[in-house]
């Protein structure tokens, strides 16, 4: 019997989602609320993977936010307007967990803390920085299960630039606060980017043919490029920006090195020569360290130059 009327609830609920994208909006929130534990309806404030599928695996409910979301999102039609939602979510979660977890004392602090811990490959401020983390693996999750290679090849060309380039600049505060959880959505920005990514076409050369992943790396960090270099104007604001761009060069000269090596030389060069304009140059020129050949006499040339200020 409990069968049958979970069929018939999941065949009701797919008719909803796709006919009515609010819905899936809707359904997206909770699933972002119940994991990181927002809100005051959700059934486990700590949050978690487990309240998101229903209390685990073992006895999940057929109408957690997870569980639901695994059964019906085939019914949604038109999916092209979930990277946009998902990224929106993510932002507000952002927003919503800084409210949540910051201290109310010495907000600059806390800035310096999670800055330096971001250059040294560390995690200051353990359980917010987990749960911004947390968020965006959620969102480049629910990218990669909806619609794959093709719907992450469409947020990293269309998606991402245009949010940076088009962002509502009405309510950007400017204060330590504000600034601090603009910096915060810029390193949740390049994580659900790079998780993207590498849900969709690996880490390494076994994966994919490298020309596939290069040519959505390169175009992606042309962007970079060409935005530092002023040639596009950005709307978003400059803490967040500056944040996702040191932010996710650091999480692929750390992490995914093959990326680096599989792009052209010169555009690595313009990438290396804009970080140092954002006070990056130990990360512009470990860009160049590992970037091959093509790159090695212009980093002979930062270290040259290095040694002359010393």
């Avoid at 085939?74 to 979660?93: P, V």
């Avoid at 920085?129 to 269309?158: D, E, F, T, Y």
């Avoid at 400017?174 to 998780?195: I, K, N, P, R, W």
Wanted: charged content about 20%.
């Amino acid at each position: 019997m409990k069968r049958w009327r979970d069929y018939f609830l999941l065949r009701a609920s797919g008719t909803v989602f796709h006919h009515n994208k609010d819905a899936v909006v809707q359904l997206l929130k909770s699933c972002f609320t119940s994991t990181l534990g927002l809100g005051s309806t959700c059934m486990n404030n700590n949050g978690g993977v487990g309240v998101l599928l229903g209390h685990g695996l073992a006895s999940h409910s057929p109408v957690a936010p997870g569980i639901l979301y695994l059964r019906v999102y085939r019914f949604i039609g038109d999916i092209t307007f979930l990277n946009k939602e998902i990224m929106s979510i993510l932002l507000l979660s952002v927003r919503d967990i800084a409210s949540s977890e910051l201290p109310k004392g010495d907000v600059k602090k806390q800035l310096n803390k999670i800055k330096y811990g971001m250059k040294c490959g560390q995690v200051s401020l353990v359980r917010y920085m987990a749960r911004v983390k947390q968020a965006a693996l959620l969102g480049a999750s629910l990218v990669w299960i909806s619609g794959g290679q093709k719907l992450v090849q469409s947020l990293i060309r269309g998606t991402v630039p245009s949010w940076f380039l088009s962002a509502d600049t009405l309510d950007q505060d400017d204060g330590e606060t504000g600034v601090l959880v603009a910096m915060l959505s810029g390193y949740a920005l390049a994580y659900f980017v790079m998780l993207s990514v590498a849900f969709a076409w690996g880490i390494d050369h076994y994966s994919v043919p490298p020309n596939r992943r290069a040519k959505v790396i390169a175009v992606h960090l042309d962007f970079l490029a060409n935005t530092m270099e002023k040639l596009t104007a950005l709307s978003c604001h400059r803490a967040t920006w500056q944040a996702y761009v040191s932010g996710f060069v650091s999480l692929i000269v750390g992490c995914t090195p093959m990326w680096i090596r599989e792009v052209d030389a010169e555009l690595l060069k313009r990438l290396s020569k804009r970080l140092r304009q954002l006070n990056e140059d130990e990360l512009a020129l470990r860009l160049l360290e590992i970037g091959g050949i093509g790159v090695m006499g212009t980093a002979a040339e930062m270290i040259i130059e290095y040694e002359r200020m010393l």
